[in-house]
């Protein structure tokens, strides 16, 4: 399992390093009425809606903003929606290890280890009380008596209008969901985060809390809004502005569910206008973007990948990423995931090889195939035997593979020092670096994220109490 998820990291890593970012611009209209200012985008111009790259540069921008310029702006059209939004589900395993991450700065051990804390019980002046169920789940399901406790307690502590017609079901979204256990949430409402606070850590308390207030929120009623759009026409262009405001907080009075991809919510209120409006043109301008690369998986994102990929098991996802941890064949960087240059090796050299076995799609079925025998409804042996054969084989075909295929990366470069030979790129004790493949005759070494002329302006530059090196092995040994 640990295969599938360090291939996930590499290949995005992969993605990351062949992205080219591109140009593109956008065109705002600032205005006010009133007091109120507002900020509106073009959507439409020449009569047609406006695409991401439609202006690629700063020249058309420019053009465009030429073409406005001098006209005035009109209100043309006013839609106005009822907006309404749904509480999420119950905590699973995987969620609950989600949001700890966004909303707490969990890493998904330390929630796993304070929840199992909170499991086996906690002394609240009553003993030591198991104060969540078990945290194991892919379960959203809620016992009845669970239902009846939460809405009595919607209804007596937070308000009636909370409480919708009747209990809310929901439906599991992992594709491998067993839903052996109840979804996690309080053994009981009514022990609030504030009243058990005093028996608690800090870290217990934190995830407590967070999982009360989801287990009372997904019984509540939706959060209501009032959106509104306005279209505004200047000249062959037409500026869009989207307004939303809350009128009434429903779940969103307890609990908030989190997202790495949160987008804005407009929650800004606008003023009262009517179609045909003259609006004063405060600023007409253009901003300048670039488009970004795929984001590197963090805790959360990855275990949501697992989890869609059906690799791994609530049991599973921490062990996961601590072995990734472990091993070294990842790193954290501002709390994203990166993988090592021993992590890269290992990767190339597993899917080059081992294609099946890191397949995503073969360890969801064989995780399939060990739930089925856990639960009696298939037998171990066959099992074992169909995976386990060609694998020992697979394995003692490619004993006799060279280190250096997997470490070794030509580079479409002359050496700069002996001119004769390609530069390579090899792995060595300090990790990657940049070498002559004609050492040790030639001992020509440069950092991996150097140039050639960076190299020698370096090496050039006086350096005190450090011999040069020719260690092939050192990535920091002299040019020359």
């Known amino acids: ?13 992969n993605e990351i390093r062949a992205f080219e970012a591109q140009e593109y611009w956008t065109v705002h209209l600032d205005s006010h009425k009133g007091r109120s200012k507002f900020t509106a985008k073009l959507a439409q111009y020449n009569g047609a809606k406006l695409e991401q790259f439609d202006l690629p540069n700063e020249a058309a921008q420019a053009d465009v903003l030429k073409e406005l310029e001098g006209k005035e702006a009109v209100v043309t059209a006013i839609e106005k929606k009822k907006r309404s939004r749904n509480p999420a589900a119950p905590f699973t395993t995987s969620t609950m290890q989600q949001d700890a991450v966004r909303k707490l700065g969990f890493t998904t051990d330390r929630t ?3 929840a199992q804390q909170l499991y086996e019980g906690i002394d609240v002046g ?7 169920t078990y945290m194991r789940t892919d379960s959203v399901n809620l016992a009845d008596e669970a239902l009846t406790e939460i809405r009595h307690y919607i209804e007596n502590k937070i308000g009636k209008e909370y409480l919708p017609s009747a209990a809310k079901q929901y439906k599991t979204k992992s594709k491998n969901a067993q839903e052996a256990h109840e979804a996690i949430r309080p053994t009981s409402v009514y022990r609030t985060p504030e009243s058990v606070k005093p028996f608690l850590s800090a870290d217990q308390f934190k995830l407590y809390q967070m999982i009360w207030q989801r287990t009372v929120a997904c019984q509540m009623t939706p959060a209501k809004f009032d959106q509104t759009t306005v279209d505004i026409t200047v000249g062959k262009g037409v500026f869009r502005v989207t307004g939303q405001v809350q009128t009434f907080a429903g779940f969103l009075s307890v609990y908030e569910e989190s997202s790495d991809d949160e987008e804005s919510e407009d929650g800004k209120k606008l003023p009262e206008m009517s179609e045909g409006d003259k609006l004063p043109v ?20 990855l275990v949501k990948a697992l989890e869609e990929y059906g690799i791994g098991r609530p049991s599973t996802y921490a062990s996961i990423i601590s072995t990734l941890k472990d091993r070294e064949y990842v790193t954290l960087e501002q709390k994203r995931f990166m993988p090592t240059d021993t992590g890269d090796i290992v990767n190339k050299f597993l899917t ?11 360890t969801a079925k064989l995780e399939d195939q060990l739930d089925e025998i856990a639960d009696g409804k298939r037998r171990w042996i066959p099992v074992m035997d169909k995976f386990w054969k060609p694998f020992i084989k697979q394995v003692e075909e490619k004993e006799g593979i060279e280190r250096a295929k997997f470490t070794t990366q030509e580079l479409n470069e002359t050496c700069p020092k002996c001119g004769e030979h390609k530069l390579q790129i090899k792995f060595g004790k300090m ?5 002559c493949a004609g050492y040790p005759e030639c001992s020509y070494t440069r950092n991996v994220n150097e140039t050639a002329e960076e190299a020698a302006e370096r090496i050039a530059k006086p350096r005190l109490n450090k011999p040069n090196s020719t260690d092939a092995n050192a990535p920091n040994a002299a040019v020359g």
Do not use: W
């Open 1 to 13: 399992m640990q295969s599938p998820a360090l291939r996930l990291i590499c290949e995005r890593e």
């Open 112 to 114: 796993m280890r304070t």
């Open 126 to 132: 009553q003993g030591a009380i198991g104060l969540i």
């Open 282 to 301: 405060d600023k007409l301008y253009g901003e300048q973007h670039f488009t970004t690369p795929p984001p590197r998986y963090n805790e959360a994102t």
């Open 352 to 362: 080059e090889h081992f294609a099946q076995y890191v397949d995503y799609h073969f």
């Open 431 to 435: 990790g990657r670096f940049v070498a």
